[in-house]
């Protein structure tokens, strides 16, 4: 089957780093996503990862390693407005989105 | 990024009445839309997928009679809940895919919908 594992809720503190992990099992692979929740509102996108590696992007960066079908979300220089959910979201062969429930972040002063 | 909007933000309607959501790709045409629902606390649900001219694709176990879709421009989808029941309050988010790039999705502001 299809599944996401991703820590159900973290907390960190305002101007820390915080590292999101997920691990992913899907069939086939064409990319893995990922996203903001803002409560009550929808994703937004953050970034996209197809090749093996590092990205980054201002204060996020998103890793991937297809073998072991792990990625993280490394988040920089914590913002109280950084308090969200975020989505760990790969792509299988169909190109249909597989989505878990979610990381929960929680930021304190 | 695309703008993708919905319409409306929020709907209240009573057990039994047919609610219209409207999805627009604002800024480029595009063949293809996603409908999502979203329960609380839960992940993202794909409920079908949406091709201009043509039928939706309806994901396993969601009732096509039910929520019916309608892609009749490039640029507009609209979802139907027909006959709506409590049990079908959610927030309800389309995405909109950019040419057949598929790493190109972009999400709409998602209505929430509740029903008495």
């Known amino acids: 089957g299809q599944n996401i594992d991703q820590p159900t809720e973290m907390t960190a503190t305002e101007g820390a780093i915080v590292q999101i992990n997920c691990t992913y099992q899907t069939s086939g692979f064409n990319g893995l996503f990922w996203y903001q929740q803002h409560a009550g509102e929808a994703p937004t996108f953050l970034s996209y990862?197809?090749l093996d590696g590092l990205e980054e992007k201002g204060r996020f960066s998103s890793f991937l390693s297809r073998s072991k079908g792990y990625s993280y979300l490394l988040l920089k220089e914590l913002q109280m407005k950084d308090s969200a959910s975020y989505l760990c979201a790969p792509m299988d062969s169909n190109y249909q989105l597989i989505w878990g429930a979610g990381t929960k972040l929680i930021i304190k002063p | 990024g695309a703008v993708v909007s919905q319409h409306p933000s929020r709907v209240i309607c009573k057990s039994g009445t047919s609610v219209k959501i409207e999805c627009r790709s604002l800024d480029f045409q595009a063949t293809t839309m996603f409908w999502y629902r979203q329960f609380p606390k839960q992940s993202l649900m794909l409920m079908a997928t949406?091709?201009?001219?043509?039928?939706?694709?309806?994901e396993q176990g969601v009732e096509k009679d039910k929520f019916l879709i309608n892609h009749a421009s490039l640029t507009l989808s609209t979802l139907t809940v027909t006959s709506a029941h409590p049990e079908d309050s959610s927030f309800y988010i389309c995405?909109?895919?950019?040419?057949?790039?598929?790493?190109?999705?972009?999400f709409g502001p998602g209505t929430r919908l509740t029903v008495l």
């Open positions: 995405s909109v895919l950019r040419g057949s790039s598929y790493n190109e999705q972009f």
């Open positions: 949406s091709n201009e001219g043509s039928k939706a694709t309806y």
């Open positions: 990862n197809v």
